[in-house]
């Protein structure tokens, strides 16, 4: 079952794989071969009986008749896959913004294929039924691989079904000895050991929620080289949140960013701790205190309290920083906004500018107990306006084709900025709302954050 987990579901050969065998079985359910007319189920021919060619000839309209009822069921099929869409995008608003084309596309396709699929369980052979039910499947399996590869946030099946596999990680010792002064450059002092390793390590860990009691996912915690060698410095802490549906385990793509920016500055790099602000992938209790969830709790103090007992982290508050993307980037922005006594630094990649689930009217409803007064209280930009921040790094990034989080990104920078944070902004050109817009953010964000934490020149 491990094995099976950890396959990678964005391989190209496992992807152009789904995709022929589909086409195949579209082609296939396309044939008339293997369905019964009316009159071979009545009197088929007695056994030595000559065909007649002429009745092979009487065949063809029956054949045409299939086509027509096929390519109607799979039109059929794509309208009520377009009519799924706008139900979801526009009236209930499950994603929180729109779906980019060629997930629709996928969406679409799909359904057409069920569409087809399903005409072919009628007046067929039993071993067709089976076909057109094996090809329903494959059919959604190809969509997901589909979709899943184009926002490119899970990795491995067990990633793409919301099942951690990141195996469990070993903490090093504490070395309470190492405590940089407030606003050191590490970078200025710190030798590298003979035998450190090349790269970091990462893997899950456990964080009770002692004093929340939300039900969280295992966080997934990355070490630079820097941090696992016998007397480890005290080194930055950056706490991330990913987006909706989503998990701690999506983060990975962070781990390559940061062994590289590791490695050229001698092994050090900050650590990454992502953390499950959700509870579940396709839930979204928001980032504060509710019925739902005390997400705020967690973060704030079962997380911070866990970093402080367990990792070799620095204590100034200039250590330590937020990110998100996303939803998660919502996240990021409250806590900093909230508790700039612990976060010294923001990166928000992508992030949403309000705290909702679906729409507001629901959020009103369900998370804050019918008070728009609570929810509008704990919009980011109530909270900004009510502070002046000093000494506050906020960097903000998002795709330059991300039509719904470009216009908040921009907004909340300006928030920020207004309230007296040091802000920077990022637009990548040619970058939606996928894990092209994660890469991207890390890319521009983390080296600001290295050069904030004194991990290299500035």
Request: glycine fraction near 10%; charged fraction near 15%.
């Amino acid at each position: 079952m491990e094995q099976l987990l950890n396959v990678s579901v964005i391989d190209a050969a496992l992807l152009y794989s789904f995709y022929a065998v589909s086409a195949l079985a579209v082609l296939f359910l396309f044939l008339r071969a293997g369905l019964l007319p009316r009159r071979a189920r009545q009197t088929g021919p007695s056994a030595g009986e000559v065909s007649d060619p002429a009745s092979a000839e009487a065949r063809l309209p029956g054949r045409r008749r299939w086509l027509v009822t096929a390519a109607v069921a799979a039109a059929a099929g794509a309208l009520t896959g377009a009519l799924t869409l706008f139900v979801s995008e526009v009236v209930l608003n499950v994603f929180g913004l729109p779906l980019d084309t060629d997930t629709r596309t996928w969406v679409i396709v799909a359904f057409a294929g069920l569409g087809l699929a399903s005409a072919s369980l009628w007046r067929s052979r039993w071993w067709r039924k089976a076909v057109a039910v094996l090809a329903c499947l494959l059919f959604v399996a190809t969509a997901a691989l589909g979709i899943n590869a184009g926002y490119g946030l899970n990795p491995t099946l067990g990633a793409m079904v919301g099942m951690n596999q990141a195996k469990h990680l070993t903490l090093p010792k504490l070395n309470t000895a190492q405590q940089p002064g407030a606003g050191s450059a590490l970078w200025q002092s710190w030798k590298a050991p003979a035998g450190m390793p090349a790269v970091g390590r990462s893997g899950s860990v456990t964080i009770p929620a002692d004093a929340s009691g939300f039900h969280a996912r295992d966080a997934f915690l990355y070490l630079p080289p820097a941090a696992l060698v016998d007397n480890p410095p005290s080194l930055p802490i950056v706490i991330m949140m990913m987006g909706q549906p989503g998990g701690p385990e999506q983060s990975k793509s962070a781990v390559e960013e940061l062994d590289a920016l590791a490695q050229q500055n001698h092994g050090l790099a900050p650590l990454l701790l992502t953390v499950d602000q959700l509870g579940d992938p396709y839930k979204n209790p928001v980032c504060v205190d509710s019925a739902k969830g005390n997400v705020y709790t967690y973060v704030t103090t079962d997380v911070v309290n866990y970093i402080r007992k367990n990792l070799n982290v620095a204590t100034d508050r200039t250590q330590w920083a937020v990110a998100g993307y996303s939803n998660g980037g919502e996240c990021a922005l409250s806590f900093a906004a909230k508790r700039p006594e612990i976060f010294g630094s923001l990166l928000d990649i992508s992030g949403e500018l309000e705290p909702v689930d679906g729409t507001a009217a629901n959020t009103v409803k369900t998370i804050f107990g019918g008070s728009q007064a609570a929810f509008t209280a704990e919009k980011p930009a109530t909270i900004l306006k009510a502070h002046k921040y000093a000494d506050e790094l906020a960097i903000f990034t998002n795709g330059a084709l991300d039509p719904q989080y470009g216009p908040q990104s921009a907004a909340a920078e300006k928030y920020a900025k207004a309230a007296g944070m040091t802000t920077r902004r990022f637009v990548g050109p040619g970058i939606g709302h996928r894990g092209d817009a994660v890469s991207y953010g890390l890319k521009s964000g983390l080296p600001l954050l290295f050069q904030r934490f004194g991990l290299a020149p500035s």
